[in-house]
């Protein structure tokens, strides 16, 4: 899969594409997903409910907003990828899943395995796509946004929280 070009997504998610180095798709993803489950996999117990300040999220929040991000983008890389131009699609409210998300009542392990899963299907469903339907886009919130720009903004939103978690955590 082939970088997205200015064009293909909402300026504000430069920041999470910038985020993935160079190289072939398939080892960036790779390396994007062991590196999030080598973080996560070991945060001490003390730390897993930690949070760096009142109000924030503590480090399994982080991890489960990892989560419901993927499901997102996977969902709206299968509307773009189907060929769907015309379904709106819209952003999350991000605090609200975080509250909901319960994970804070679960195991780190437990959430490491639901993200492990999550991605998995994800690389299937980005590893097999022709090179042509990568451009195929779909309607978020009124911008159309390519299948490869969203497989880039997930693997760099994913990145992006490991940087937090590395500085503001650990």
């Known amino acids: 899969m082939q970088r997205p070009q ?13 985020m993935i180095p160079e ?6 993803l790779s390396e994007n997903t062991q590196e999030v489950i080598a973080l996560f996999s070991n945060i001490p117990a003390d730390k897993q409910l930690y ?15 990892i989560i419901d991000t993927e499901r997102a983008i996977s969902f709206r890389a299968v509307v773009a990828a189907r060929g769907d131009k015309e379904m709106p699609l819209f952003t999350m409210e991000e ?10 009542d679960r195991t780190m392990e437990s959430i490491v395995d ?11 469903l ?26 880039f903004m997930m693997m760099g939103h994913a990145k992006h929280h490991v940087v937090l978690v590395k500085e503001r955590y650990l």
């Open 126 to 151: 980005l590893l097999n796509l022709p090179e042509e339907k990568t451009t195929l886009c779909c309607n978020l919130a009124g911008h159309m946004v390519s299948v490869r720009s969203l497989a």
């Open 51 to 65: 949070r760096y300040a009142p109000g924030k999220w503590t480090i399994k929040d982080v991890l489960m907003h």
């Open 23 to 28: 190289g072939p798709f398939e080892e960036c």
């Open 6 to 18: 200015p064009g293909e997504y909402i300026p504000y998610y430069q920041k999470y594409i910038d």
């Open 95 to 104: 605090n609200m899943y975080a509250d909901n998300s319960g994970a804070n």
């Open 114 to 124: 639901e993200f492990a899963a999550i991605r998995k299907a994800n690389e299937l």
